[in-house]
Structures are given as structure tokens and as C-alpha cells.
């Protein structure tokens, strides 16, 4: 297959180049309609194999979400997008798959389509997909917000009250999230009703209009932000815990090696030295210490084990510390459950060789038929988990190292 694409090599005029790399385009978009056909006839030969089986009609189907975004490398949240949107593309909407398949779309145009008609019933959808992709000369030249625009009008046309419905369910959806930035940021993102949203941004921009103290506008808000949320000033230490992972060597600078915040992620050991040492300044504040124990050459965290069938709370949080994230393939999502490799129930123990940090989705999915973990530990030390669909594809993870530089033998 990589042998029939066009030369993406440098030689070439410029023109040649160009029609290189819009061939490419319409190639991956064209791959991506193949995609979409694959995972929709997957999905029919499991039900139909669950049916045969005697598997529930409620139980059919459970997991193939993370089936394919192990397929794809990619994560299960992002696996069950790819699955709702495959059987949109098959199911309902004929003409956007053909226009996908022809180039005419990409992937991500195809998505915007199938996001904006979500909230219509079958017969609809397919009338707007009919009505803005039937003829693909119109798909020529329209962008991201030209195609969602368009695309919302006529979902508004067709079903106004859907449209409306839609906006005031979407309300439910209100979280806040973290995730990491760069040189030791964070990035804190809040999903909020419009109304809302606009309010607490124009309260913190009032708060920097009339605050000229030398910060920018951007600190000024931050600070503002930071202030409201935790009752304390910017600048001191909020009265939450924060569990910081650190070698013995670098917390007394002998060693530079890295530390890990516990749901954040790495940071440089000064940025964690500075942090204890505020905690322990702080008349305020406590700074508890817990020792755990690791492999000098390896740097593996030492095994402990319980006869429990829940794992103790000290057991788990030595895991939740090891693993840092849900331990299934390209999943990066927080540690939920810790929970047994093999199940308690198969005879598997309650330690942490056979322990595993997961997400609370990826481990009711490998609960499900079909499925199962192997855990072990490698030659260098490391915990290792091999994942098993019921296809017979295997996935293996291992467990990040723990701060510190391994000693030698």
C-alpha cells in the first residue's frame, strides 16, 4: 500500500509537490471513510457473534468502543467518538461519507457534520445531510465555521425544538478539568452554560480594569481567579493536600531528577523542593512524609501484599503512586479504581504485582466477556500489564519509572 502513494520525496517541481500533498489529503480522508465502513461491520459481527451466544440484547456490544481506539492507538473516551460517528457516516448520513470518501471532506469536516445533527432524529438527519452534501461543488472552499454554520442552520429549520432541547441538556454537562502545560503549568478549563461563562470572565476583566499594579492584565485575572476559588491569596498556598513523589537524592539536591505531582505529572526537583519547603515554613500548613521503598537498580516500587479482597487503602495508594494514570494502552485518564489484573474471583491475589491503576471506564471494561490482563514484572524491574481483547489483539503497558536516578548495582 505505502509503496502505490505519490513521492514524498524533495525532488520534484513545486507544482509536482502540491499535487503530492493534496493527493495525501484525499488519501487519508478516503481512509478515514474505509474506517468508518470496518468499524461499523465490526460492530454488527459482534452483535450477531453476543447473539448467538445468549448474550443479553443490553450486554451486546459492551467494549467494542475500546476496542477500536486500542486499534487506532488512541484513547477509549476518543475510541467511543469514532464509533458513534462510523455508524452516523454508515447509518444516516450517505452523502457525507461519499464526499469523504472522494476527498471532498476530511475527517475532522465529516465530525463537525455529524456533531451538529446529533440532536435530530434519523429522518432529519438524513435530510440535512441530503440538503448541504448531496451536491460536493458546495462542500468546495467552505471551512470549519462555514460548514458548522450552515450545518446549524438547517438542524435549526428542520427540528427547532431539537435544536433548543440540545442547548438546555447541554447544560448538565458543566465540569471543570486540569490538564498539564508547559514549564510547569496547568492549564484549568471550565465548561459553562453561556450565560455564566461570560459573567465569570467579565468579573475578573472588571477586577484588572480597576487593579494597576504593575501585573498584566492576563496575572491580574489569574490571580483574581485563584483568590475567589480558594479564599487565600495568589500567593500562599491553598488549603488542599498535594501528594509529591520524590527521591530521597533529589529532595536534598543531590540528584536532578525529576518529581512527580500526583495528578499533574512531572516536574523539575527545585520546582518540588520549593514546594516542601513552603509546606514546612507554612505555620499553617502540615507536611506529612510516607516512605516508599524502591529497587536500587530497577527503581521499581517494592511489592506489598493483603489478603483482602478490596485492596488496603495504603496498597492502593502505592499503586495509584506507581501507575500515575489509567494504566490501559494511549488512556491518560486519572486513576479511579484500583483494582486485581486477574480478577479475585479467578484466583487472582490481592498485591501489587497484580494490581492496576485504572480509569473507572477502562476497568469495567475489562470485566466485560472476552477480555483480560496478564500483569507481571519485566527483567528490569518494571510492572508490565498485557491487555487481551476478545479479538485476540494484545496491548502492553508499562508502568512509568519512579522519580529518583537508579543506583548501580
Request: glycine letters at 8%; hydrophobic letters at 40%.
Amino acid at each position: 500500500m505505502f509503496d502505490t502513494l505519490p513521492d514524498a520525496g524533495s525532488a520534484g517541481s513545486e507544482s509536482a509537490l502540491i499535487d503530492g500533498i493534496a493527493a495525501l489529503e484525499r488519501l487519508k480522508a478516503a481512509a478515514a471513510a474505509r474506517q468508518a465502513r470496518l468499524t461499523v461491520a465490526l460492530e454488527v459481527a459482534r452483535r450477531e457473534s453476543e447473539a448467538a451466544a445468549g448474550l443479553p440484547a443490553a450486554r451486546r456490544g459492551r467494549g467494542l468502543a475500546a476496542e477500536v481506539a486500542l486499534a487506532r492507538g488512541e484513547s477509549p473516551v476518543r475510541g467511543a467518538r469514532h464509533l458513534g460517528f462510523a455508524k452516523a457516516l454508515v447509518h444516516e448520513m450517505p452523502h457525507t461519507l461519499a464526499a469523504l470518501e472522494a476527498g471532498v471532506l476530511s475527517e475532522w469536516r465529516a465530525t463537525i457534520l455529524v456533531r451538529e445533527s446529533a440532536c435530530l432524529d434519523r429522518e432529519d438527519r438524513t435530510r440535512l445531510d441530503a440538503e448541504l452534501c448531496a451536491d460536493p461543488s458546495r462542500l468546495t472552499g467552505m471551512g470549519d465555521a462555514a460548514l458548522s454554520a450552515a450545518a446549524k442552520a438547517i438542524a435549526y429549520r428542520l427540528d427547532p425544538h431539537a435544536v433548543v432541547d440540545r442547548a438546555a441538556r447541554a447544560q448538565s454537562d458543566r465540569t471543570v478539568t486540569i490538564r498539564p502545560a508547559p514549564d510547569t503549568m496547568t492549564y484549568l478549563t471550565a465548561l459553562l452554560p453561556v450565560a455564566q461563562g461570560v459573567s465569570v470572565y467579565a468579573a475578573l476583566k472588571r477586577q484588572a480594569d480597576v487593579c494597576p499594579d504593575g501585573r498584566s492584565r492576563g496575572q491580574v485575572m489569574a490571580d483574581t481567579l485563584v483568590e475567589r476559588v480558594t479564599g487565600r491569596p495568589a500567593d500562599q498556598p491553598a488549603d488542599v493536600a498535594v501528594t509529591v513523589v520524590i527521591s530521597d537524592q533529589a529532595l536534598f539536591g543531590v540528584d536532578s531528577s525529576p518529581a512527580i505531582v500526583a495528578g499533574y505529572g512531572p516536574v523539575p526537583s527545585p520546582v518540588a523542593q520549593q514546594l516542601i519547603c513552603d509546606a514546612v515554613a507554612d505555620g499553617h500548613a502540615r507536611a506529612a512524609l510516607r516512605r516508599l521503598y524502591a529497587a536500587p537498580v530497577s527503581g521499581a516500587v517494592t511489592a506489598m501484599e493483603s489478603r483482602a479482597r478490596i485492596f488496603p487503602a495504603g496498597l492502593a495508594t502505592l499503586i495509584a503512586l506507581r501507575d500515575q494514570r489509567c494504566r490501559t494502552p494511549y488512556c491518560d485518564a486519572p486513576v479511579r479504581h484500583t483494582d486485581h489484573a486477574v480478577p479475585h474471583r479467578r484466583g487472582g491475589p490481592t498485591t501489587a504485582d497484580n494490581g492496576l491503576g485504572l480509569c473507572e471506564a477502562c476497568n469495567y471494561v475489562k470485566e466485560e466477556a472476552g477480555w483480560s490482563v496478564r500483569a507481571g514484572i519485566t527483567e528490569n524491574g518494571r510492572h508490565t500489564a498485557q491487555f487481551t481483547t476478545p479479538t485476540g489483539a494484545t496491548y502492553t503497558s508499562q508502568a512509568p519509572p519512579v522519580p529518583g536516578t537508579p543506583t548501580a548495582a
